[in-house]
């Protein structure tokens, strides 16, 4: 399997995985497997999972696309930045995210114009608890961005 | 330690501390060391952070399976960083 393909597959995963842990067909899925108590706690704890899955998918995606993390011929990582538009970009987008995860009500109105009333209102709860993954992978992206390892640290020079 | 090994540890052990988060003799050691309000406090915020291991593991996954086999051609192919790319940097031994 290619990069590109095993790229898909992770993110397809995840991405089903959000509203598939929320569905009654999976709840009642876990419920047949497990017992009524057992597969009611394994659904709801899978459903609960929000930052879990967003804040994975926005991580990686930025250590991908902006940090350029990769694998060295000897087998350590390396970074390969991209350069300050890339890191601009990342960081409107993640202020973007922030204000329509903080704006609960706003977004669940404009989705209910388009969608079910409920479905409008599920997707914007779901927002709304993303932020934290938001917050996260932007601290760390700031952080990435403000603390880098002095010109000295990297190579570890040899003990002798 | 092979690398198997470490990943058995390090996926085994994510997923242990999960497991442990989520058990009841957990929250009621808490409480007893603690008392019932620190206890039950801390257990709570203990338990609604099992987010936290469960985002590792899935990061961990893309890690392993699709950036460690990313390769600076790869990178230097167009796929990720094209524009203005900054000399490598190792940043693990």
Redesign the interface.
Same mark, same amino acid.
């Given at each position: 399997m290619n990069?590109t393909m /095993? *790229?898909v597959v =992770?993110v397809a995963a &995840?991405v089903a995985a959000m509203p598939l842990s929320g569905w009654a067909g999976t709840y009642a899925g876990w419920r047949a497997v497990l017992g009524e108590a057992a597969g009611t706690a394994m659904a709801v704890?899978w459903d609960?999972? @929000? #930052?879990? +899955?967003v804040?994975?998918l926005l991580? @990686?995606g930025i250590? #991908? &696309?902006? +940090?350029?993390?990769? *694998? /060295?011929?000897d087998g *350590? =990582? !390396? @970074? !390969? /930045? /991209?350069?300050g538009? !890339?890191h601009i970009l990342a960081y409107a987008g993640l202020l973007v995210l922030v204000a329509v995860c903080s704006a609960e009500g706003p977004v669940r109105d404009i989705l209910q114009l388009a969608l079910p009333h409920d479905i409008g209102a599920s997707v914007a709860h779901y927002l709304r608890r993303s932020l934290e993954a938001v917050l996260t992978v932007g601290g760390l992206m700031l952080f990435l961005d403000l603390v880098r %390892?002095g010109p000295f640290a990297? %190579?570890?020079p040899p003990h002798t | 330690m092979n690398r198997w090994g470490k990943r058995v540890l390090f996926y085994g052990g994510t997923l242990a501390v999960v497991v442990l988060m989520c058990q009841d003799f957990v929250r009621r050691a808490h409480i007893a060391v603690l008392g019932d309000s620190a206890g039950g406090s801390l257990y709570s915020f203990v338990r609604t952070n099992v987010e936290a291991p469960i985002s590792i593991i899935f990061i961990a996954l893309y890690l392993d399976l699709v950036l460690g086999r990313r390769h600076a051609s790869d990178v230097a192919a167009g796929d990720g960083p094209a524009t203005d790319p900054a000399p490598a940097v190792e940043v693990d031994a």
């Open positions: 990069l /095993r *790229r =992770w &995840l704890f609960l999972q @929000v #930052e879990s +899955y804040t994975a991580l @990686v250590l #991908e &696309l902006v +940090y350029g993390l990769h *694998r /060295r011929g *350590r =990582w !390396a @970074v !390969a /930045r /991209r350069g538009g !890339a %390892p990297h %190579p570890t | -």
